[in-house]
Structure formats: C-alpha cells, structure tokens
C-alpha cells in the first residue's frame, strides 16, 4: 500500500456498541476497513492500559464506543468508562499525543449509522494526523549529557 | 503455557457463508495464514460452520488432533456463538475454549475492497488465536427461575401472552394503566378480513382474564421500578386510586345516574372525544373489571372538596366508593417479563395540508372506528356533525407514515383497515367511498381476497398520494365541501375530488412513553422508538436482556393475528424458561486473586451490584459469584491486577489487541 | 385517426442520464421515489403539462432522456417549491427541474418559442452585463426573440406601468463596477464549460 | 453593527417601487436601523437556477460577501431574494465542492464568503424591531372595518420558512390585526400567484392569479395583502384578464404589508408609494379615506 493507513483498534460493549456494527453490517453500510473491533461485555471494562498497549503495538487510534449514559446494561459502566477516558486525556496530553487518537462514543444498538460515521470521521482525523509519533523530548544540543531528560510540557 | 497450563493446540475455522464471507474475504488466504500461527494445529475453510457438517468438523478434529482450543471466524458471536460452544462441548472440550470472531458483519458485509477486507480478516483471525490460548475451562453458574411472569399492557397482546402463560399453570401479574383492558382492538366493531365482531372475539377473552386463578389483574396501574435479573425481578408496581374499591363494585352504574352532572360533560376517551361522560364513569359497557372510575380531574368533591357526593349515597351500603383511597405499591416477584404496550396513532395536526382539526369532518381512523361501532357515540351510523349521512367519504392512506417529514416507516396496517373502514362506511351509509393509497399492500391470507370484494363492491381505488384537503371551491359541485386534491397516478392526471367527510387513515408509532419504558426494563429501541428484538428473524420476540420479552405492536407496527401469534410466541419462551426451572448464567464472572489483592477497596464501591465485599480475615476483596454481572468495571480498575474477568482477563483481551494489530 | 407505435426499447434510453441528473445539488435521492405523485397534485401548474412532475421523475429515472427533455413540463414550473416540501422521500422537485431545464437549455432541446427559456437567456444576459436586471431591458430583449405579436399584447401593461412610474422607459440599472459580476461568472463558466451567451 | 444592509433586489428597483419606498418608510419611522448593501448585484432569481447553478449560486454569493465585508445581517424584502440568498448559504454548506470553486473565485476580487450570514424579512426584522406591542402603541389610523386577505406568496414559506411551522403562522396576520383591520381566512395563503409564469406562459399564470383572486372575493376581502413584488404585480396587473375575462366586475386592490402597516402608522399615502398601483386603494369607510387622504 502506498498512502498512510491508519491502524484503529475498537473496544466495543457488548450490549450497544457490538450490536450497532452488526446492525450496520445487516444493514451493509460500507465503512473505512481500519478500525478492528474487539468486543467486550461492557465499557466499564475499558481500561487507559489497553490504549498504551495499543499505541506500543502499532495502534495510531483507540475508538471506545459503549451505550448512552443512562442505557447501560450494568447500569453505569458507561460512566466509569468516561471517567477514566477523561483521565486518560490528560495523560495523552502530557505525553504530547493528541487527543483525537482516542475517542469515546455513545452508540446504541439502533445506530448502525453512527458506526459508520464515527469510523469514518475518526479514520479521516487520523489519516490527517499521520502515523503515532511519541513526540521526543525537546533537547537542546547543550543539554545533552543531562542525565534522565524528562518532559518539559 | 498459558492458560491451564497446557500446551495450546488450536484448531481455527473460517467460514465462506456461501459467498456472503467468501464473495469478499479471500478465504483459503486466511487459512493460510492461521496455519502458521503459533498454536494452531489445524485450519480449516468451510462453506457453511454452523451446518451440521461444519460442526462436525469441529468434533472431529478435537478428536484427531488433540486439540484444545478452537477459534471460528464467521458472523456475528451474537448469532452462533452459543452453536459453536455447543459443537466444542460435544467435541470433549470444555465449551469456554473456543473463541468465535466475526469476519461477516465486522468486515466482508462493510467493506468493498478485496484486498483490505482479506487483510481486516487475517488480523481479527490472528487476534483470536492469541487470545484463545490465555482461555480457561469454566463452569457456567445455574440460577433458579420463579415460575411466576408480569406482562405489561393489557391490549389482545398481554391479554393473549397473560392467558397462555396462566393456562399453563405460571402466576402472571398483567399491568394495564388505562381503567379497563382491552387496549385499541376494544375500540374497533369489525376486523379484516372476516369482518368478524371485534368484540365477540375480545370480551370473551377480557373475561377469562378476570375470572382465571392464576391472573392477577392489576389496572389503572403502572410499572415504577424494575430490579433483578433473569428468573428472580422484583418489580415495584404503582396502582393509581380510581376512588372506587374495586371488589366492592358490582358495575351497577347507578352511581353514573346519581352524579351531580346531570348531562355527561367530559370528553369520553376511549370514544375519542366523539362522546361525553360524566366525572365518574365506565370507558364502556363491557370494560374489564367491570366497576367504575372516578376522574380526579373533573370531579367537583376531589377538585373542590365540596359536592353533595350522591353518588356515595346511591352506592349505599356497598360502599364501594372512597374518596380517601391513596395510591398503592405492590411489590412483585416474577421470573419473566412480556412487554406488550401497544403503539399510538400517528396525531394528524402534524400534517396540516389534511385540515384536521381545522374542518370538523375530517376524523382519524380511530374515531371512524368508534362511529361504526354500534355500541359507539352513534350507535354504529356514520353520520356527520350535522347529524346528515355523508354522500360522499375519502379516506386517505399513509397518514403520516412512508413520509421522511413524518414517519417514514410503512405503518403496515393502514390499506386492510381503510378497506374494512371503506366497506363499513358504504354499508352503514351508503355514501361513495373514494380510497387514495400509494400502494395497496395487502399481503396476508384472505386479504388480498378482501381487496377483490372491496373493488368489486365498487369503491374507487385512487393510486396518489394526496397533496390537500381545502375547502375552497373552484367548481359549483365543489360548494360546501371538503375538496381533496390528487394526482390518479393510474391516469397521469390531476383531480379534485368533492367529498363530505375525510377519513384520515394515521399510521402506527411508538407509544409516546417507549424510552422510558426501554430503560425501565433495560431493553433497547430501534431508531424509531421501536422496542428491538434481539434478532429480526430468528429471535423476534426476546431482548437483549434476558427473561424480558417483547410481544405485539411495540416491537413494530402489527395486525390482530400477528400480535396474537407473537404474544403466544413470547408466551411460549418465557414458558420454556420457566419450565426449566433454572437458567446457565454466562460464567464471565470475576475473580480475584487473593496473593496480588492489596485489599485497597477501590473496586467494592464500583461494582453496582454489590457482588464485591471485603474478607477481614484475609484482608482481600471476595466476589459473590450469584451477585456478578460480569460487567468487568472491576477488573479494569484494580491497581494491582488482583481482579480477573472470566473470558475477559487481562491476557484475554490484551493478547486479542495485540493480535488484530497486525 | 391515426395509430403510433409506442414501445420504447431498451437500446433507444439513455441510462446515464438518470445518473447525471442525480448529481445535482438536492437530486441526490430521486432514485427514491416512490411514485406517489404527492409533487404533482400539490403542483398548481401541473394541470397544464404534457407530463406530470412525478411521470418526469419516473422518466428520467428510466433514462427517457429525450422525453424529458422536450417535455413542456419544465418549462412551466413556477418554482414554488410546492412539491419540494411535500416529497416524502425528500427529492427537491424544483431543483430537478432546474437541472432538466440546463441539460435542455445546453443541448438545445426544447421548442424556441417557450418564452420561459427565452426569459432565463434574456435575463441571463442582462444581469451579466449591468449586475442588475432592469425589468425593461429583460422584457425588451425577451420580447425580441419572442415576436412582435408578443409584445404588442404586453404594451398596454408596459405603458400603464410607464405611467406609475414602475417600468422606467430608458434608464438602466447597473452596478458602479459590473465588471467585477462578469469577471466572476466568466470565471466559473470558463470552469464549467457553461452557457456562453 | 451599522444597521441592517438593506438588499432591494431588482424588482423593487422597478415594478416593486412602492415596496421599496413603504418598506423604507416604515423602516424609518419604526426605528428599524438599515443601509442599502452598496454596489449589490441581482440575486439571480429562478431564471438563473436555469441556466447554471453554479453561476447562480456565485451571483448570490457576491452580495452574502459584500455583507460579510460590512458585517450586517441582510434584510430582503422580496421573498425570491430572501429564498435565494438563503438557499444558497444552505447550499454551499451542504456541497463544499461548489462552495470551494465559488470561494476561490471571489477571492480574485478581493471577496471572502466568510460564516453564514443571517437573511431576513422584514416581517421578522420587524416583529424584533420594534416589536408588535411598540407598533401597537404607534398606531394613528386604526383600520377600522377593512377586510384584508393575508396573502404570503410561496417563498416565505418553503422550502426555508421564515417561521418554524408555516402552515400554522400568523406572522403576517399578526401585522394585519395590528393596523386595526380584519384578517379574512384564506385557504391560498402560500398557494402559487404563477411566477414568472404570467409573462411567459399567460394562459397557465393567468388562471392562477385568477384562483387567487376568486377566493379572496369569495370571503368578502376588500384588500389583499402580500410581501413579494412578483405576487402583487401579478395579482394586480392581471387582474382585469383574470376576473374581467371571466365576467366579474369586481376589482381588489393589492397591497404589501408595509403600505398597510404605513398607513394605520399615519405614514402620508405618497410616501408610501400607494399612487403606484393600478387598482387605487379606496376604502369605502370615512375612518379609512381618512387613512388614504
């Protein structure tokens, strides 16, 4: 291939999100190739580890997608999962890699159209962003020899 | 060594699905390719997996080859991963070592190019190889379940599922929030296509739900609270007070003759406003339970509190009436639940173009429905305002359905019941009935029959949409009319058409109140409000969440026979549930691993149903297995790695990451 | 009387069309109609076409290119958009007939005489030139393609409008820089190969 | 802001003169801050949309950049106007491909398209500024016993409705009741006056203005009211061929709204361009000849 790809993988609930990509399966929306879905029975069990491991082994996205707050199927998974997406943001930011290679969505079992659009939009953004780079700390050529380094932003 | 501690021998299977898989997927490439994974023992492609043959397959090679993970790459889990379990089971294998990935609706049914959908496939099948090996043996959890089921709504839907289930021996509460059951099949005189008396077919069947032993009739009532899970809810009940105790009515109405309104006053819902009733009332005469209501709205003494209350002096010793009578809570055990709460008609204000509410001879189907029942407001003549019969009618299909500015759904009902309306309307009348339809769909034994009568009885069939109904004339004849104006499609040319009277044929929709309902009992709808069945074709009425069922017109827009069938059918699983008597719980439960527990607390106050506790003894967190979920909240966010999800174990689902990055 | 042969065979429709049209701005679902001729009786023109709005539809969704294009129907839209809001499957009719009347327009289809056509070029050329149309100049060009028949029957209006003081006999409207208007169409026409009148 | 730009459009250059100089009027003496949008070009009208949309389009979008430039809000008068600007801006929304080429193009001379720009009616523009109940209180000349028909023409109300539900409006009526006269129900209030059609193809135009015109004498209006210049030419101008040639004598006046409300506001008659029309306006109550005098 020659043009950039972008690699996405997807953490999807069991309950909303999965069902919405069958529904969109059923229905044959067709939809950018890049995202892989791994299913899990709730977005609750989203962990911000899952997102480094990706990026480590070739990720330059992470899509969580689980039910709208209020329709989990365990009640609040869903806000779990926001509460340490929003944690996550601020470590992305510190670690310099932009907050668009993860995103979280709100799709129900019904919105087999927002499965695509999500998917596109995202694979869009990323394509734009271009391949993960874990943006080297800024050394000054007089700097170096200092031990350890370590983040300036 | 993962896992159990064997070495994994894995055997993968992709699926062609015909060509649904195979016609995008270059299939024998993905096998290729899973035969050098680390593991796999064996790969195999097959036209069909989840056939018998395939299955067989799945077997066979447990045996031949020893293996002890299977990996099959087809459709959707949602769909066959049950099969697939089964298959490993009955191979020797414990059924939690297979893993089923979905290489149709993730990926040949969404993507055209060859290329990138091979490439997505060989990713998800790699993903699923690294991820079976961390796999355990599990043994799923039985829990039992009450013999005993709540259906909600009491329109021929949960009347139908409530006697089926009470003949079979179960305990149902059936829940009606209206005073009577009955629903809209009460309001209509005759059905299509037998034209048989709607009413002689459903009081019948009102009664035996009164009388059965194993019914408990819960009206003017409504669901407030839903807990619990399969075979065990608890469901917390609100019964409105109809300020009338219910076993102390006998239905002697004389309590309606004594009110202090002389004349009826208020608008009669169930006739849709065509009727008057006084503040204490029967929706109509053969209501079920056959007692009176008491409308807190209209009534002088619980308005005011003051009135002379004659009616509690006609009551006499029965003392039936109770103007104290304060809403109640009953609290319910039941193992299943059947939804069946019906649908609405579409409100014809939102298409003003058809002068509803703006020409007072324009009515809804609902209410011409109520005008040609001869126990309706006219006793069964169709007549207009003016007491005069209509020389004239129009009734006009696709009210607010097949419309993007509406309801773009087909309401499916509408052409068999404006044939009906236009027979019934021809024969009380004698007035000529022009029908406008876009398309006449009449799909149903005897229906198409049905339509042959119709147009050998001689109504006009006009194929067009209608633009408007007016009542500015542009011809002498049209004076004093309501015009309607179409293009005959059949022809090509544009007509006006005079008429008297426009039937309004409205289309089906979502109770108003679905969403709240959805989330009360924790199902999901589809885009249009429609409760959603777990599989349009083959589990049309079960949901996504177990033990909830969903039966009749609030799953989608529905004829008599077909909601009767399918109450019956929802009737029938929840029976099998209970029956059985126990249900396998998915055995995706966590599990904490006492040497890593730094006894933190962090994930006792996270897990929503309290299935985690703290062992003081052993200073670490203990889950109760019958109380999980298998969510996984937990198992996300414990620190130290103690917390361990079944099927969804950190190996699990980071080895699946790894994979499928490929 | 006489008889005609009326079949159409497959080989005489132009297939591509259909697609074409479906192209432009508010088109985009016209292979959605369902035919249920809501546009045509909410049409106050429609009872003077050879071809009713949903029959244009249904025509050129089946590649009756030649049909459409030297149908009346077009040319006697109104643009008032009636059968836009009305359209079930959301086709914007109007729209589509602007598109049939350029297709015509640009492969002069079409009878001469249609005054409609003639009024869109004469219009056309006006406001190109000044950046305004002064209604005068329209109808004066208008009408000199159209005939001295023509004009003669407009006169008597022309001249009590000229009276009141609403149809000015020689001024022009014009913008201080029409220059700057022809420059900008020019400049898309060049793009799209458009009309050059 | 320096007031709203003021897009005339051509017609009221010309045939629509008096709503331009009513529109004017009742600007100035309700307050309503405006100057005209300089150097603006012809919208393009219906006949554009013919030719090429494109182009079309990119008439329009020469004046929504001259806006841009002035940062004001525009306010049209003629509805054809009013519908084309604001088609427009939803087009270019909607099709970036157009909307970049037209961009590109108006950046060679010296124009940005810049955010949508809000385009309005006066009916809008009014009912904020001053508002109905300050307008109310202005009022000179009650219209006592007048008879109006409130006609809104097609493109007030679709397919970009300058109210939320036009079928269920009153806007228009709104102004009718407030000048004191009576608002006459009239089935064809958003029907078709024929357009252009009138011109081109008489017969078809004519008979429409004849509809119009039947149903408005038929419910007993003495006046009829309108907001766009096209409406009012042609229910005017057509009117002897339209009743005349079908045997009724009887002739209604055709009026657009900022005349009536002009008058009711005391507003002088010539002002307000009402020796324009070819059908006088000559009420046959004293309350309202005063109004006219």
Redo the contacts between chains.
Sequence with gaps: MSAYEPKIVGIFCNWCAYTAADLAGISRMKYAPNVRIVRVMCSGRFDPQMVFWAFKHGADGVLIAGCHPGDCHYQEGNYKALRRFKLLQKLLDQLGIERERVRLEWISASEGEKVKQVIDEMTETLRRLGPLRIQETPQAPEAVGTAGGGHHG | MKGNGEVPRIGVYVCDCGTNIAGKVRVPEVVEYAKNLPGVVVAREYKYMCSDPGQDLIKRDIQEYGLNRIVVASCSPLLHEHTFRKATAEGGLNPYLVHHVNIREDVSWVHDDEEEATRKAKAIVHGAVLRVAWQKPLEPQSVPVRESALVVGGGIAGITAALTLAEAGKHVYLVEREPTIGGHMAKFDKTFPTLDCAACILTPKMTAVKDHPNITLLTYSEVEEVDGYVGNFKVKVRKKPRYVHEDRCVGCLECIEACVFKEPRFPNEFDLGLSKRKPVYIPFPQAVPPVVTIDPETCLYLRLGKCKKTCVEACGDRNAIDFDMQPETLELEVGTIILATGFKTFDPHRTPKYGYGKYPEVYTSLEIERLVNSSGPTGGEVVMRNGQKPKRVGIIHCVGSRDKNTNPWCSKVCCMYSLKLAHLIHERSGAEVYNFYIDMRTPGKGYEEFYNRLAKEGVHLIRGRVAEVTDAPLHPEEEGKLIIRVEDTNIGVVRRIPVDMVVLAVGLEPQPDAEDVRRLFNISCSNEGWFLERHPKLAPVETFTDGVFVAGACQGPKDIPETVAQAQAAAANALALMDKGSVLIEPNVAQVDEELCSGCHICIGLCPYGAISFNEEKKVAEVNEALCKGCGTCTAACPSGALSQNLFSDHEVFSEIMGVLL | MEIQRTIKYEAELDRQFAYEIAQSPGAETLFECIQCGACSAACPVSIYMDLTPRRIIAMTREGFKHEVLSSLTIWLCSSCYACTVECPVGIKVTDVMYALKQRAIKEGYGPRKVLTRLLAESFFQTVKEDGRATERKVMMRLYRRAGLGAMLKMAPLGFKLWRTGRLSAFGTERIPNPGEVQALLECLEEQTGGEKS | MSGYAYYPG??L??????YDESTRAVFEALGVPFQEL?????C????????????AF??AA?NLALAHRRGDPIVAPCPNCYLVLTKTQR?LQ??PD?RQ??EQ??E??GLQLGNEIPVRHPLQVLQETPGLEEIQKRIQKPLKGLRVVPYYG??LA??FPIVEDP??TTILEDFIEVTGAEVVPY??RT??C????T???????VR?VH?LLR?AL?QGAQVIVTTCPLCQFNLE?FQQEALGNNGIQERIPVLYFTQLLGLALGLPPEKLGL????IPFQPRHAILQEAVS
Excluded: F
């Design positions: 051509c017609s250059l010309g045939t629509g003169k008096s300089e150097a603006w070009n012809c393009g009208a219906t006949a554009y949309s013919s030719i090429d949309e494109c182009t990119a008439l020469r087009y909607q099709y157009m080429r037209i193009t108006l060679r001379l097609c493109l679709r397919p079928w269920n089935a064809y029907r078709c024929g357009g252009a059609l011109g081109v193809i008489r017969e078809a135009g429409m509809i149903e038929r101008a020796h324009r029309h070819l």
